[in-house]
């Protein structure tokens, strides 16, 4: 069982800027991509960023030029920079861990974070 776990989000600013950390407790052989999710009520949970071990990315269009994703393998840890963000970026952020982009979906899902909130209000 590998455990993940969230941290950075919080209030601010249009326009303004936030930075993500997912944290995995450990390393595991299984685990070759993570992804940052986002999850307003009512509403389904979408793919953000991606981002294998080996440096490929894939971002939603709707972030491109402004979220870029990064990671520290020696860390287990992987970061989501959130830069111009728009009131439309609110949410409950998680990330959660893949088997690599060899997969349907990057095998995405393996195991989740506990989400981290982001609010873009003035």
């Known amino acids: 069982q590998v455990q993940l776990v969230e941290s950075g989000g919080g209030l601010v600013q249009p326009g303004g800027s936030l930075g993500l950390s997912c944290t995995a407790s450990r390393s595991s052989f299984s685990i070759r991509a993570i992804g940052w999710y986002r999850q307003v009520p009512g509403e389904e949970r979408e793919l953000v960023a991606r981002?294998?071990?080996?440096?490929?990315?894939d971002y939603r269009k709707s972030v491109l030029g402004r979220f870029t994703i990064s990671g520290d393998n020696a860390k287990n840890t992987v970061y989501l920079q959130m830069n111009n963000l728009k009131p439309e970026d609110t949410a409950v952020y998680y990330c959660s861990a893949g088997r690599g982009s060899a997969y349907v979906n990057w095998g995405l899902g393996i195991y989740w974070g506990q989400g981290t909130q982001v609010t873009v209000s003035s």
């Open positions: 981002i294998t071990y080996g440096g490929l990315t």
